[in-house]
């Protein structure tokens, strides 16, 4: 089982750029989530779904979007990279947003900006 | 602003003992509360959760809740050098997780 794919693993960007962080899962699972982790701190959830076509803030989403087309995908898009962007980018699903379903983390990806 | 607050540590304690980790929320909404471990440079890993006031046992690791403190704790019975990692503390409330910064646990041999 795959389960959440990442991709990329690693990237570099200079200010200003724009890139688009993939996320897959074969899970069939409805609730998506894409979070960010600064060094030493928790994850802060960026933005999430809870199914194709429906897409909603979390805490910090300032200078991202996402789009949620079908249930398998849900890219991050920056668009303008800024430094205080450069971070490790999770990707996580769960079936339902009911409280006794965990999340499944993909690998992350690893994002600096220079 | 939800707010997740956990010893940010780091706790070391010798192989064997036992580690107490505890998370305070601010939430009184939040409805279950899952603990993850995170070894450095990789994804969050699920240990176990709880919804329900008093304790939960999976294997060597306890969960205890008490929602009218707030308060969640993890305890991690007989230690072993693999425990040591960054415990995060996520309680869950609409449809988000709320994640803290998680405590650093070393466990010396």
């Known amino acids: 089982n795959a389960g959440v794919t990442q991709t990329p693993k690693f990237r570099i960007l200079k200010i200003g750029q724009s890139m688009t962080l993939q996320c897959a899962q074969d899970m069939n699972h409805n609730y998506m989530y894409w979070y960010r982790q600064d060094p030493g701190m928790g994850l802060k959830l960026i933005y999430y779904s809870v199914g194709a076509g429906i897409t909603d803030k979390g805490e910090v989403p300032n200078g991202y979007n996402v789009s949620r087309s079908t249930t398998e995908d849900f890219p991050l898009r920056l668009e303008l990279a800024a430094p205080s962007q450069t971070s490790v980018y999770f990707c996580?699903?769960?079936?339902?947003?009911?409280?006794?379903?965990?999340?499944?983390f993909g690998d992350g990806t690893r994002l600096s900006i220079l | 602003q939800k707010e997740v607050e956990q010893n940010s540590g780091p706790l070391s304690v010798p192989e064997g003992a036992i580690a107490s980790l505890n998370c305070t929320y601010s939430?009184?909404?939040?409805?279950?509360f899952f603990w993850y471990r995170q070894y450095s440079g990789k994804s969050p890993e699920l240990i176990m959760f709880?919804?329900?006031?008093g304790d939960k046992e999976d294997g060597r690791f306890t969960a205890q809740l008490n929602k009218a403190s707030q308060y969640v704790s993890l305890l991690i019975r007989d230690s072993q050098p693999s425990d040591s990692a960054t415990y995060l503390c996520a309680p869950y409330t609409g449809n988000q997780f709320y994640f803290g910064t998680g405590t650093s646990l070393t466990v010396i041999p």
């Open positions: 939430d009184r909404g939040s409805q279950s």
């Open positions: 709880i919804y329900s006031n």
């Open positions: 996580a699903s769960s079936p339902q947003g009911v409280s006794n379903q965990p999340q499944h």
